[in-house]
């Protein structure tokens, strides 16, 4: 850091504390990690030479060297901070008045929250949470400790709404909604103090779903205390949240370095139609509101469960996201036709992994690329063997070996799907299109299967294999890819894992108690090799210092 720096604490913070980057820097400071040591070895020794003599903060000089070796050098918007290096007496004088005209805290509690955020978390929630992480700050808590009570506190909601009991419902409403007044506080105590790091990303990619999916089931064992069975209702909950947003991740990863084919993303209608939306404020709220994002949909939830029933809780929650989930679907795919876009090789190969194909597609997939086959189109042969699958399902009964032939005419054309890279403009809806119909196929098996235990059973199923996926998920977010491939095959992938389902109720369709054993094993099975892969990933220094900045819908 440059002797004659005139600035704020925070934005030195900004520039030598964050652990996401290899290098940063701001006006008269530069910072970095080891991934970045060599390159400003070599920098120092550039500037001990000819370049010694150049114009500007030796810091500056030594950031600009670094970056052209080819390390990207991270520098962070100050805002209304104060970052320079006075060239005189005059300018130093200046620096000190814009420094103390500005509250340094005060920004950083501001920028602790999220600049884009849900109706109800930014004006009900982070008011007063941004206040508890700096509480916390101040005591040496970290976000991962918040988080894990975040936990915890769900954990514990879950159980009270397990009971049946109006109390119980009544303090499980309450509990969600401190447990979501945690889950923000814990992403604002990270950005508060910049405590990013491996296992937060962890925490933060999961504890979300296993806190809204353990209260699914808690519901769904407080009705059955009744006599209400809604466990089918808490497996479409958690199959229709989870489809959406796998839409989301998808979208994002087709288009984020996605170049237009002869007109800006502003130059499409729909584009257009948006930004003249976001010029009547209202509007603005409206949109993230009906989507129900995380904020609205957990408030929605907790107030049900505390005056309601669980089966009117699934019920309202199965309508509004289904609404949400096709205004926002809707809205992807008309800028996918309108707006026509170059698809990246990163970007395919993300959608390949997105799609989770295991061996009998890869294979499928090779045997076609031999024979020279063209492809008529990913999304509509996924659309076509899902539709297939989903409606064999349907009509066949339990244990029908017809159902066993629809999966696999389902797992050869989920092979045809994933033979050419998935570039085309509406490729991204190949990854959705598989889940809905591994999960929908599970959930069908168990109705039809008609005994005790086959929908819990489908619930833990599910669980442990979205879990995976959205596992995937954040590491591709991180930028190192998708799990290793052994753990794909493994686990089947999702065209294996239906086959295997339908091969085993035929089996046990003499013996349809058996089912939910079936799918309990499978259940442990997945989740204990994902699991156990996963824990080993995020914990070791090779996994992506990132923080998640919550879901996008």
Request: aromatic content about 8%.
């Amino acid at each position: 850091m440059d002797s004659a720096f005139v600035g704020h604490v925070h934005a030195l913070r900004l520039a030598l504390t964050d652990p996401r980057f290899d290098a940063c820097a701001v006006t008269g400071a530069l910072a970095v990690l080891p991934g970045a040591r060599d390159a400003l070895d070599k920098a120092a020794a550039l500037a001990t030479g000819a370049a010694a003599d150049g114009a500007g903060p030796y810091a500056d000089r030594l950031a600009a060297s670094v970056e052209a070796a080819g390390t990207v050098v991270q520098r962070p918007e100050l805002g209304t901070l104060v970052a320079t290096v006075p060239a005189g007496p005059a300018d130093r004088e200046a620096a000190t008045a814009a420094v103390a005209a500005v509250d340094d805290e005060a920004v950083r509690l501001r920028t602790a929250v999220k600049s884009r955020d849900g109706f109800f978390t930014t004006f009900f929630i982070s008011p007063y949470s941004r206040y508890i992480a700096r509480w916390c700050a101040r005591r040496g808590l970290t976000p991962n400790q918040v988080t894990t009570a975040s936990l915890i506190t769900a954990l514990i909601a879950a159980g009270c709404a397990a009971t049946g009991e109006r109390w119980g419902y009544v303090a499980a409403g309450l509990l969600l909604l401190v447990s979501f007044v945690l889950d923000c506080t814990d992403g604002q105590l990270a950005r508060y103090s910049l405590q990013y790091s491996t296992m937060g990303a962890w925490l933060d990619a999961t504890f979300d779903r296993a806190k809204e999916y353990s209260f699914y089931a808690g519901l769904a064992l407080g009705a059955a205390r009744n006599g209400d069975d809604v466990w089918a209702l808490a497996v479409g909950a958690m199959i229709l949240m989870t489809c959406r947003h796998v839409v989301d991740f998808s979208f994002n990863e087709a288009n984020h370095d996605a170049t237009a084919a002869g007109a800006s993303p502003s130059g499409s209608p729909t584009a257009a139609l948006s930004a003249k939306l976001d010029s009547v404020g209202w509007t603005v709220w409206v949109r993230r509101m009906i989507i129900l994002p995380i904020g609205e949909r957990w408030a929605m939830i907790a107030v049900l469960t505390a005056l309601t029933t669980p089966r009117i809780v699934f019920y309202a929650l199965l309508v509004g996201c289904a609404f949400g989930a096709l205004y926002t679907t809707a809205g992807r795919v008309l800028r996918s036709l309108t707006r026509r876009a170059t698809r990246t090789d990163r970007a395919a190969r993300a959608l390949y992994d997105l799609t989770d194909s295991g061996p009998v597609a890869e294979l499928v997939a090779q045997a076609l690329i031999l024979l020279r086959a063209s492809s008529p189109g990913a999304l509509g042969i996924a659309v076509l063997a899902s539709a297939q699958l989903i409606y064999g399902a349907t009509q066949a009964s339990f244990g029908s070996w017809g159902m066993v032939v629809a999966a696999g005419i389902y797992a050869f054309f989920a092979g045809g799907a994933v033979m050419a890279p998935l570039k085309g403009a509406l490729d991204w809806l190949v990854p959705p299109v598989f889940r809905a119909a591994e999960y929908t196929t599970v959930l069908i098996l168990a109705v039809k299967a008609d005994v005790p235990g086959a929908l819990p059973a489908a619930f833990g199923l599910i669980a442990a294999v979205a879990y995976h996926h959205y596992d995937t998920v954040y590491r591709i977010r991180g930028g190192t890819g998708a799990p290793p491939h052994w753990l794909v095959r493994t686990i089947g992938g999702h065209e294996g894992r239906v086959l295997l389902l339908t091969v085993l109720a035929a089996v046990l369709a003499s013996r349809e108690a058996d089912f939910p054993v079936a799918l309990t094993a499978a259940a442990v099975f997945v989740a204990l090799v994902v699991l156990v892969e996963s824990i080993r990933f995020w914990v070791s220094s090779g996994a992506p210092a990132v923080h998640d900045e919550g879901e996008p819908a």
